[in-house]
């Protein structure tokens, strides 16, 4: 879910610009706004170049303004990295529950954060390259979260070896390049692009049992 996964990189400028203006009917003053305009700003241009004062400008808004949403800057970069671990995690867990097969699982488990990063790119892009400038408090728990996913797909990859099915030769370092090589995708992916959600998501499940040394057809 960096290490992981998860989890740098340079970032697309997508969602929120810095220029974004009010919107029309009401001023852009409530938390969820605060939010947005913070998780583009972290992603456009990373979470230790963006000040509170930046995402007030963006809004249109005073400082003061930000600060009766939340007491820091730290506190929206916890609340995206903890919010999109949780949904990673959820979504890890279900795809590994979807089969008993552990090839199917780790191909399910790698199309699974294939697809999260897809459709939340920004959410993506901040948690795997910022989580680590999070408030020292903070860091403990994102830490854990981010072991529990690479755990779940070193215990794929350690189950699946005594099994036969995999020849990983290092169960950790394949966990650490499966989860990395599914962390670049948001930085590249457009949906306009030529390649669509669903044939990346095929792909990368492709590539991640291939890269454990899957030694069952893969095409069945």
Excluded at 3 to 8: A, D, E, I, K, T
Excluded at 17 to 28: D, L, V, W, Y
Excluded at 75 to 86: F, G, H, P
Aim: proline share 5%; glycine share 8%.
């Amino acid at each position: 879910m960096g290490q992981l996964l998860v989890l740098g990189m340079v970032k697309p400028g997508s969602g929120v610009s810095p220029g974004r203006r009010r919107r029309a009917g009401r001023t852009p003053n409530q938390l969820s706004d605060v939010r947005e305009a913070a998780l583009s700003l972290f992603a456009e241009r990373g979470y230790r170049s963006t000040g509170v004062r930046d995402i007030a400008d963006a809004l249109g808004i005073g400082a003061t303004s930000v600060y009766s949403h939340v007491r820091s800057k730290g506190e929206l970069l916890r609340e995206i990295v903890i919010a999109t671990m949780d949904a990673v995690l959820r979504n890890q867990a279900d795809a590994i529950a979807s089969s008993d097969d552990v090839v199917e699982q780790l191909r399910r488990a790698a199309e699974s954060q294939i697809r999260y990063f897809t459709r939340f790119p920004r959410e993506a892009i901040v948690t795997t390259r910022d989580f680590s400038w999070a408030d020292p408090g903070d860091l403990p728990e994102i830490l854990d979260k981010r072991h529990t996913y690479r755990g779940r797909i070193e215990e794929l990859l350690e189950r699946g070896t005594a099994a036969g099915r995999f020849q990983p030769k290092n169960p950790k370092i394949g966990a650490f390049a499966i989860i990395e090589m599914c962390e670049a995708v948001p930085v590249w992916f457009r949906p306009d692009g030529e390649l669509t959600e669903d044939s990346v998501a095929y792909l990368y499940g492709e590539y991640a049992v291939r890269l454990a040394g899957a030694t069952a057809p893969l095409d069945q």
